[in-house]
C-alpha cells in the first residue's frame, strides 16, 4: 500500500521566497506530524495535527512557519521570508495511534 | 523541549559483533518506539512496545520496554553492513500522541 509522500523532495529557494511543502499521509491515519531535521541532528518537533485541528504547534519555530490540514488528509507547511537557517530537512509523519510512519522528507536550501 | 538520553552517541563495529544502545527518560512513558533512518531517507519503525517489561523482536533486533517505564534498549545481533544507519528511540506518555525523541545513535560496520 501507499506509504507517506511527500513533494517536492528538494527545494532549493532564495533567501526571502515563501516556500510551500507537502505531505500526503497514509489514508485513514488521522494524526498528521511535521518535523525538522538539520543536518546530522535528531528530529525537531514543529506541529501535530488531529483531524484538521492543531493542538499542539508549540514547535513552529517563527510566525513565518505555518500548517494547515484539509479533509483529514493533505498538509502544506508554509514558510515565508525563508532564511537560511531554514535549511534543513522537512519530514511528515502519519499514525493511526502511537506508531508514527514517515515520508521522505523535502530537503530545504535556502541560499 | 523535553528529549530522552540516548546512548551511545555513536559505535563503529566489526561485521558480526553484537549492538546495544539505549534509551533513558525521567518520566514514565507507556509507548517506546525504535527506529533507523538511513541517508536521504526518513526514520523506519523497527520496533514497537507497549507493556512495560515487553521483550520483542524484529529478526536480528530485539528490544525491551524497562520494568521502571523510564528506559528501553535496542540489540542488534550477528551484525551486517547493511545495518549502518542512525537509530532513534521515541516514547509517549499518557494519551499524548506527540512523541520525545532521543538525539539518536550512528552505527558504523567494518565488513
Known amino acids: 500500500g501507499a506509504g507517506v509522500s511527500q513533494s517536492p523532495s528538494n527545494k532549493v529557494t532564495e533567501k526571502g521566497k515563501d516556500v510551500e511543502l507537502r505531505c500526503d499521509p497514509i489514508s485513514g491515519h488521522t494524526a498528521l506530524y511535521w518535523y525538522r531535521q538539520r543536518l546530522g541532528q535528531g528530529l525537531e518537533f514543529l506541529i501535530y495535527?488531529?483531524?484538521?485541528?492543531?493542538?499542539?504547534k508549540s514547535g513552529l519555530p517563527s510566525d513565518r512557519f505555518s500548517a494547515e490540514r484539509t479533509g483529514e488528509s493533505v498538509s502544506t507547511l508554509t514558510i515565508q521570508r525563508t532564511q537560511q537557517e531554514d535549511s534543513a530537512v522537512y519530514l511528515c509523519?502519519?499514525?493511526?495511534?502511537?506508531?508514527?510512519?514517515f515520508g521522505p522528507g523535502t530537503r530545504l536550501t535556502v541560499l | 523541549g523535553q528529549q530522552l538520553n540516548q546512548s551511545p552517541q555513536s559505535m563503529f563495529i566489526q561485521e558480526g559483533e553484537d549492538v546495544s544502545m539505549n534509551c533513558t527518560s525521567s518520566?514514565?512513558?507507556?509507548?517506546w518506539l525504535w527506529y533507523k533512518q538511513e541517508p536521504g531517507e526518513g526514520p523506519v519503525l523497527l520496533i514497537a512496545?507497549?507493556?512495560a517489561g515487553e521483550l520483542t523482536s524484529n529478526g536480528r533486533l530485539t528490544a525491551q520496554f524497562g520494568i521502571t517505564r523510564k528506559d528501553s534498549f535496542l540489540n542488534i545481533s550477528a551484525s551486517i553492513p547493511s545495518d549502518v544507519g542512525i537509530y532513534f528511540c521515541?516514547?509517549?506518555?499518557?494519551?499524548?500522541?506527540?512523541?520525545?525523541w532521543g538525539l539518536g545513535t550512528s552505527l558504523g560496520v567494518n565488513p
Open positions: 495535527f488531529q483531524g484538521n485541528s492543531a493542538p499542539d
Open positions: 509523519a502519519s499514525s493511526p495511534i502511537g506508531e508514527q510512519f
Open positions: 512496545l507497549y507493556k
Open positions: 518520566s514514565i512513558f507507556n509507548t
Open positions: 521515541a516514547g509517549a506518555a499518557g494519551n499524548n500522541r506527540k512523541l520525545i
